[in-house]
């Protein structure tokens, strides 16, 4: 047997071990790693996609948070694994569009390969019942009253979004982070915080009035709060555009994404994935693969810069 046909049939050996091994995608447990704690909306969303996604893929997907950096630090361990797929981020579009922007970080939008999303995020300053503030505008009025007051932030749109405003409202406000949600809802219900960023943790006391909602972040206004008007609505000329996907290192093999999409697409149409979106942190669901969900990323990215450079020229 000749060199070039022994070289050839090796390569075939090669080619068709990887099909096989990619074939089996899963072939053992997976990991999902959320930017957030344990509590706010993305986790509590996320515990219900892992269970959906489990019976899809036939193997166990274990929930693990990494917060910090508003989802910046699960991004950065998601970047730098190896794991073809079997360790994954599951959080929203900023954490990958925005914190490369405001911080020295390992990684980039172009980092990662996006699998899909699931829904848009529903974004929204709130106060609590404790003010007695009810609506945007009386929240502003109060804080040029009484300055110094908190504003509980969970990550980096949020805090350069009320940074502009701060600037256009001339406000002197004293900015807190948290851990997401789980740590932003206590300081609000308390009163600590007289206005806070929420990604979805005020749906579980807006009904009860214990948390209102004053604006939207999105450029439309909320599925489940109409009323409260937008940032654009309020003169701001700002909006984001967010949503929550799934994100895996960019050398990911393709067939690996496609099975991971498969499951993801599965789980918008479980009645169990249906329900914690839509029912209890009432976003939308909005499914969408690869270089679409990128394009809202990227834009996403965008629209910050602007913002970002705008407010260093001031």
């Not at 949600?181 to 206590?186: I, Q, T, V």
């Not at 990911?252 to 498969?262: E, F, K, R, V, W």
């Amino acid at each position: 047997m000749s060199r070039w046909m022994r070289w050839g049939l090796a390569c075939v050996a090669w080619c068709t071990a990887v099909l096989a091994q990619a074939a089996d995608f899963p072939a053992r447990p997976l990991t999902m790693v959320v930017g957030f704690a344990q509590g706010g909306s993305t986790d509590t969303q996320a515990r219900v996609l892992a269970k959906v996604m489990s019976e899809k893929l036939g193997q166990p997907v274990t929930v693990l948070n990494v917060p910090g950096a508003g989802g910046g630090a699960a991004a950065a361990m998601v970047a730098s694994s190896t794991e073809g797929g079997y360790v994954f981020q599951f959080g929203v579009s900023s954490s990958f569009a925005l914190t490369p922007l405001i911080m020295s970080t390992s990684f980039n939008l172009d980092s990662f390969a996006y699998v899909a999303s699931v829904s848009r995020n529903q974004l929204a300053f709130v106060t609590g019942e404790r003010t007695g503030i009810r609506d945007w505008r009386s929240m502003m009025q109060a804080l040029k009253r009484h300055p110094g007051q908190v504003y509980a932030t969970q990550a980096t749109q949020d805090r350069l979004i009320i940074q502009h405003i701060a600037q256009k409202e001339g406000l002197e406000l004293r900015i807190v982070p948290t851990t997401g949600g789980a740590g932003s809802a206590p300081m609000v219900l308390s009163g600590e915080a007289w206005l806070a960023f929420s990604g979805g943790s005020h749906t579980d006391y807006t009904d009860s009035g214990r948390m209102i909602v004053l604006a939207s972040l999105d450029e439309r206004r909320l599925m489940g709060y109409p009323d409260a008007p937008t940032l654009k609505e309020l003169g701001y000329g700002v909006s984001v555009e967010s949503l929550r996907v799934v994100a895996v290192p960019v050398n990911t093999p393709q067939s690996h994404i496609d099975a991971l999409a498969a499951a993801l697409e599965a789980a918008t149409r479980d009645p169990r994935f249906i329900d914690v979106t839509v029912n209890r942190i009432r976003q939308p669901i909005q499914f969408m693969r690869g270089e679409e969900v990128k394009a809202v990323v990227r834009r996403e990215a965008e629209e910050f810069k602007r913002l970002q450079d705008a407010l260093k020229t001031r």
